[in-house]
């Protein structure tokens, strides 16, 4: 029986790529970074203090793929002489450092282009894009209308918000048009309708994502995102490794965001969490039913939009710790000849300055109990991930990448 899953440790990058100065990005390693700031005693706070703690992801090599990736070690924890896994790095060739392409580029689609993005300045949406928006979704018009964090602005312009009726619009450096509302004043069916309007226009942009943000709460103090967020995706620009599984007559299952980003294609089950630790336990549930030809295919999205975003080393560092601490009953569910991955889609150093992606190496750590150890190096793009997994599944290959023998 052929089982396999795949821990997208969302934006935990191992060092910068060769062509990290393109995007300003020179000296950013989003592990490395938060290891460094753990062992100075700059990420103590009343539940954790010290050194970083992740001693399960050592032993399956992390801390080896990061100093191959990075030239140096992580500061403050014994590097693991007893690897069991097939570990080393990967090196992005998509030519942005987004969520979209670089899942796909693990599932064997490298994307070749740049996506369409928003300047840097108010208002920074095209006057004819919120014009055609705010007449298609009759809308009473549109607050933000910048750059922004998340959470930042739904603090500042939430009650105006409810008071209003107008949508929260707002971006960042990746290629997304996002919109915020109140699930009770607002509503989320209501939120849902006007997204799927906004993806419709912005595709002329070459925008990659329209994401839904709801959140609740009555004031300043009390506004909170929900689990409710709803990515629009472009679909993959060519069949990855999940349509040639559910082509050949296997199962794909979706944790958390993966059917998003993939625009649905390829998913055969679709399963939600909250954050980080639900999200582990609905991965554990599935993974235990798993049936032959089953591939579960999971994102951590709190790394990335938690912490990494919001440059929170501390918050950061717990999640790390809390990952590590589950991954023995993951191990204990595995059978013999099942495989698992643990990679990330890009960086998001939460000491860099800034709020944006980093451009970084991401790790590629194999195991199972049929794995054997092995150094993999440097890998040239994130798709030896995706042809990996299809040569053990016996599919048709992808078209990119090059597969890893791993027993």
Same mark, same amino acid.
């Given at each position: 029986?052929?089982?396999?899953?795949?821990?997208?440790?969302?934006?935990?990058?191992?060092?910068?790529?060769?062509?990290?100065?393109?995007?300003?990005?020179?000296?950013?390693?989003?592990?490395?970074?938060?290891?460094?700031?753990?062992?100075?005693?700059?990420?103590?706070?009343?539940?954790?203090?010290?050194?970083?703690?992740?001693?399960?992801?050592?032993?399956?090599?992390?801390?080896?793929?990061?100093?191959?990736?990075?030239?140096?070690?992580?500061?403050?924890?014994?590097?693991?002489?007893?690897?069991?896994?097939?570990?080393?790095?990967?090196?992005? /060739?998509?030519?942005?450092?987004?969520?979209?392409?670089?899942?796909?580029?693990?599932?064997?689609?490298?994307?070749?282009?740049?996506?369409?993005?928003?300047?840097?300045?108010?208002?920074?949406?095209?006057?004819?894009?919120?014009?055609?928006?705010?007449?298609?979704?009759?809308?009473?018009?549109?607050?933000?209308?910048?750059?922004?964090?998340?959470?930042?602005?739904?603090?500042?312009? *939430?009650?105006?918000?409810?008071?209003?009726?107008?949508?929260?619009?707002?971006?960042?450096?990746?290629?997304?048009?996002?919109?915020?509302?109140?699930? /009770?004043?607002?509503?989320?069916?209501?939120?849902?309708?006007?997204?799927?309007?906004?993806?419709?226009?912005?595709?002329?942009?070459? &925008?990659?994502?329209? &994401?839904?943000?709801?959140?609740?709460?009555?004031?300043?103090?009390?506004?909170?995102?929900?689990?409710?967020?709803?990515?629009?995706?472009?679909?993959?620009?060519?069949?990855?490794?999940?349509?040639?599984?559910?082509?050949?007559?296997?199962?794909?299952?979706?944790?958390?965001? &993966?059917?998003?980003?993939?625009?649905?294609?390829?998913?055969?089950?679709?399963?939600?969490?909250?954050?980080?630790?639900?999200?582990?336990?609905?991965?554990?549930?599935?993974?235990?039913?798993?049936?032959?030809?089953?591939?579960?295919?999971?994102?951590?999205?709190?790394?990335?939009?938690?912490?990494?975003?919001?440059?929170?080393?501390?918050?950061?560092?717990?999640?790390?710790?809390?990952?590590?601490?589950?991954?023995?009953?993951?191990?204990?569910?595995?059978?013999?000849?099942?495989?698992?991955?643990?990679?990330?889609?890009?960086?998001?150093?939460?000491?860099?300055?800034?709020?944006?992606?980093?451009?970084?190496?991401?790790?590629?750590?194999?195991?199972?109990?049929?794995?054997?150890?092995?150094?993999?190096?440097?890998?040239?793009?994130?798709?030896?991930? *995706?042809?990996?997994?299809?040569?053990?599944?016996?599919?048709?290959?992808?078209?990119?990448?090059?597969? &890893?023998?791993?027993?």
């Amino acid at each position: 029986m052929k089982r396999a899953i795949i821990l997208v440790m969302d934006s935990l990058g191992i060092g910068v790529s060769a062509d990290a100065h393109l995007y300003g990005d020179e000296g950013a390693n989003t592990l490395g970074s938060i290891a460094t700031r753990c062992a100075a005693g700059l990420a103590d706070d009343k539940e954790r203090q010290g050194p970083l703690r992740i001693p399960n992801l050592m032993r399956l090599g992390l801390g080896a793929a990061q100093m191959a990736s990075s030239g140096t070690p992580l500061k403050g924890i014994t590097e693991c002489t007893d690897i069991k896994a097939s570990y080393g790095f990967a090196i992005e /060739q998509s030519k942005d450092k987004d969520t979209p392409s670089g899942h796909w580029e693990m599932a064997g689609v490298p994307v070749p282009f740049k996506w369409g993005t928003f300047p840097q300045k108010e208002p920074c949406f095209p006057d004819e894009l919120i014009s055609q928006f705010i007449k298609k979704a009759d809308l009473p018009g549109i607050l933000g209308n910048c750059h922004a964090s998340g959470t930042e602005i739904i603090k500042h312009l *939430g009650q105006e918000h409810i008071r209003t009726g107008k949508p929260i619009c707002y971006t960042s450096a990746d290629s997304v048009f996002q919109i915020a509302a109140h699930e /009770q004043y607002f509503g989320l069916d209501r939120l849902l309708e006007i997204s799927v309007i906004a993806k419709d226009l912005v595709d002329d942009l070459n &925008i990659a994502r329209v &994401i839904a943000r709801p959140f609740i709460g009555d004031d300043t103090e009390t506004f909170q995102r929900t689990a409710n967020r709803k990515d629009l995706t472009t679909p993959p620009i060519d069949d990855t490794l999940l349509d040639v599984l559910t082509r050949a007559g296997g199962e794909v299952i979706s944790v958390g965001k &993966i059917s998003d980003i993939f625009a649905g294609r390829g998913i055969t089950k679709c399963v939600k969490g909250k954050n980080n630790m639900a999200l582990f336990d609905a991965m554990l549930t599935e993974f235990k039913s798993a049936q032959d030809n089953t591939l579960v295919f999971v994102n951590f999205v709190d790394f990335d939009s938690h912490f990494g975003h919001r440059r929170d080393v501390v918050g950061y560092a717990k999640a790390l710790e809390a990952f590590d601490a589950r991954l023995p009953e993951l191990e204990a569910l595995m059978q013999v000849s099942d495989v698992a991955l643990i990679t990330a889609d890009h960086g998001c150093d939460p000491t860099f300055p800034g709020s944006d992606h980093t451009r970084e190496h991401v790790p590629m750590l194999f195991f199972g109990p049929g794995v054997k150890t092995q150094n993999l190096g440097a890998r040239g793009s994130f798709a030896d991930m *995706g042809q990996t997994l299809a040569s053990y599944f016996g599919t048709e290959p992808l078209a990119h990448g090059l597969s &890893i023998k791993l027993n």
